[in-house]
């Protein structure tokens, strides 16, 4: 299904709405919960990265969306496209610290580190504490890449964006997701935020989205 882009009216602005908690799931090892890192790894390797850690039975992630891609002399082929370069998200039940991430580090060559969070305390080895993304966010950005036939990008919208008001999509593919619009050249824009690492955005039709949070025009 097509969505439709129209231009977008007066800017707004508003504060955004904190998504519903998804529903605990049992990690690859066997016990509930966990919590995801984000590993770093080489550019076109992600998958090869994931494969390998799925393979020894963590749960494994790359944010992928698969696109049909059109050739001029040949048939329409789909086509698996990585939107978040060099970083595979991984659950791990405890995360490993000292001697253990050493070890870790040498048994998983193909990961050169993990995403810190340096808005959080430093760990008692002096290093600032890991990333951990909440399941709810995963699930939000697995729902978005599969649910859209648009591109859908990732980064951190530069000032050419204005950003609006906290929204939820009503119809159209992306109907039930919430997340902040944002404006670019007379274009609206449905954002997701994943915290402590990027902004996800497809263009959506203003018709497609109704307001949240009681948020207010300038």
Same mark, same amino acid.
């Given at each position: 299904?097509?969505?439709?882009?129209?231009?977008? @009216?007066?800017?707004?602005?508003?504060?955004?709405? +904190?998504? @519903? @908690?998804?529903?605990?799931?049992?990690?690859?090892?066997?016990?509930?919960?966990?919590?995801?890192?984000?590993?770093?790894? &080489?550019?076109?390797?992600?998958?090869?990265? +994931?494969?390998?850690?799925?393979?020894?039975?963590?749960?494994?992630?790359?944010?992928?969306?698969?696109?049909? =891609? +059109?050739?001029?002399? $040949?048939?329409?082929?789909?086509?698996?496209?990585? $939107?978040?370069?060099?970083?595979?998200?991984? =659950?791990?039940?405890?995360?490993?610290?000292?001697?253990?991430?050493?070890?870790?580090?040498? %048994?998983?060559?193909?990961? %050169?580190?993990?995403?810190?969070?340096?808005?959080?305390?430093?760990? @008692?080895?002096? $290093?600032?504490?890991?990333?951990?993304?909440? !399941?709810?966010?995963?699930?939000?950005?697995?729902?978005?890449?599969?649910?859209?036939? $648009?591109?859908?990008?990732?980064?951190?919208? !530069?000032?050419?964006?204005?950003?609006?008001?906290?929204?939820?999509?009503?119809?159209?593919?992306? =109907?039930?997701?919430?997340?902040?619009?944002?404006?670019? %050249?007379?274009?609206?824009?449905?954002?997701?935020?994943?915290?402590?690492?990027?902004?996800?955005?497809?263009?959506?039709?203003?018709?497609?989205?109704?307001?949240?949070?009681?948020?207010?025009? &300038?």
């Amino acid at each position: 299904m097509n969505v439709e882009i129209v231009q977008a @009216e007066t800017p707004l602005t508003g504060t955004p709405c +904190r998504a @519903e @908690e998804a529903t605990p799931t049992v990690s690859a090892v066997g016990v509930p919960g966990g919590k995801w890192y984000v590993a770093i790894v &080489k550019r076109n390797s992600e998958k090869t990265s +994931r494969d390998k850690l799925k393979a020894e039975g963590y749960e494994a992630y790359v944010a992928t969306q698969t696109m049909l =891609r +059109r050739y001029a002399k $040949r048939k329409p082929q789909e086509v698996e496209y990585v $939107r978040i370069p060099a970083k595979v998200f991984v =659950r791990m039940d405890a995360f490993p610290e000292g001697n253990a991430l050493s070890s870790f580090f040498k %048994s998983h060559p193909y990961i %050169s580190s993990f995403m810190p969070d340096y808005a959080r305390n430093r760990t @008692e080895w002096g $290093r600032p504490a890991y990333a951990e993304i909440p !399941d709810s966010q995963i699930q939000q950005v697995r729902d978005i890449l599969e649910d859209t036939e $648009r591109e859908v990008l990732f980064g951190i919208p !530069d000032d050419s964006f204005t950003i609006g008001q906290t929204v939820r999509a009503v119809y159209g593919p992306l =109907r039930g997701h919430e997340g902040t619009l944002a404006y670019k %050249s007379g274009k609206s824009y449905f954002c997701l935020e994943i915290k402590g690492l990027d902004w996800a955005r497809v263009q959506i039709s203003a018709a497609d989205i109704e307001l949240l949070c009681g948020s207010v025009s &300038k």
